[in-house]
């Protein structure tokens, strides 16, 4: 599976971005998708996730996030709203596989290269 991510920039506080994230490959085994989000010196943290239409959003983000897919073209979206300079970081893609077999079931780890969302004060 390869992720595609796009949609990230510059923007002010209290605008909104749309990120987009495109699957390839093996991409009827896909699990989940969802979004995930790196700050300068801080660990990788959970945004938003979808699961059969299922979604789930980080607590601190709902209300200003929110994630959609179009399973016709394999591509999740990520809608941010009222953007603060604290939402400013690297935001990845990822997907989860699951490889079912007789013995045992195990997710692989799918990831984006990153995009850059950088909110201005």
């Known amino acids: 599976v390869q992720l595609a991510e796009s949609g990230g920039g510059l923007v002010q506080a209290g605008g909104s971005l749309t990120l987009s994230c495109t699957a390839s490959g093996r991409t009827s085994n896909i699990y989940t998708m969802g979004w995930y989000r790196q700050a300068p010196g801080k660990q990788r943290e959970l945004v938003a996730t979808?699961?059969?239409?299922?979604?789930t959003i980080a607590d601190s983000l709902k209300g200003r996030f929110s994630i959609s897919e179009n399973n016709a073209e394999n591509t999740v979206y990520l809608v941010m709203n009222n953007l603060e300079p604290e939402d400013t970081a690297v935001y990845y893609c990822n997907a989860i596989v699951k490889v079912i077999t007789i013995e045992r079931t195990t997710d692989l780890n799918y990831w984006g290269q990153g995009t850059q969302v950088t909110v201005s004060s």
């Open positions: 979808i699961t059969s239409g299922r979604k």
